[in-house]
C-alpha cells in the first residue's frame, strides 16, 4: 500500500475538534480508510457522481455539533459495511446492484428507514435467515458495537475546491479521482477494531467491498 505510512501518521495525529487548520469533519468506514492507503485518496461519497461530501466546522444546525453529525455517518459507513460482509459471507452470489442498494441506505433499522427501502430490509433478513424484525434490530446494534467508523478532519485548504452546498449545512466538493489525502488533517478511530487494523494490522483484517 503506498499511501500506509501517510495513513498511520494521520491517525497518530488523530483528529484536533479545535485546530486551526480543521475546516470540517467526514464520517466514514474502515474500508474507506483501506481505500485511502491504497490510492491516495478516498472514494466518493456522492450517489450519482464523484463527490465528496462533509460537515464544516462552523455547522450550527445539527443536534450535538459537527463532530457529532459526522461520528454519526462514521457509524452508519461502518455498521452498514460490516452487515454487507456479513450478508456476503452467507450468500456470495448477492446482486451487485443489490449490494450497491444495500451500501446506498441512510438507516437500516425499520423504525427509521423511508418507505421504498423496506422491501430492501426485507431481503437483508431473507439472506441473513431471519424472521422478526426484532431479532434484525438487536443485530444491527451489535454490529455497531463492533464498527463505530472512523472520522477524518478536513483541512481549510478544501476551500480551494470550491465547496458547494448539500443537505442542510453539509457542503460537498467534486475532486477527480477522490478527496487527495493532502486535505486530511488527521483520522480518528473511533473502535478498536478500526485502531487496530490500521496501526498495527495493515487492513489485514478489512475487505473492500466495491
Partial sequence: MEHLSTVKALCRKSVDVSGKDVFGFHGTSIEAI???????????????????HFCPKRARYYEGGPYHHAAGYAEINGTRNLLLARMLSICPDLDPSF????????????????????????????????????QFSRYVNSLKKKRPGV??????????????????????VTPEGGLAVDFISGIRPLGKFEEDEILRNEFQNVQLLN
Avoid at 470550491?162 to 443537505?167: L, N, Q, R
Fill in 99 to 134: 449490494m450497491h442498494e444495500v451500501l446506498s441506505m441512510a438507516e437500516i433499522h425499520f423504525d427509521a428507514v423511508e418507505d421504498e427501502n423496506i422491501q430492501i430490509l426485507d431481503r437483508i433478513q431473507r439472506c441473513l435467515g431471519m424472521t422478526c424484525d426484532a
Fill in 151 to 172: 472520522i477524518l478532519g478536513i483541512r481549510k485548504k478544501i476551500l480551494k475546491l470550491s465547496p458547494e452546498t448539500g443537505v442542510d449545512e453539509d457542503l460537498f
Fill in 34 to 52: 483501506k481505500h485511502l492507503a491504497i490510492h491516495g485518496a478516498m472514494p466518493s461519497t456522492g450517489l450519482t457522481g464523484p463527490q465528496f
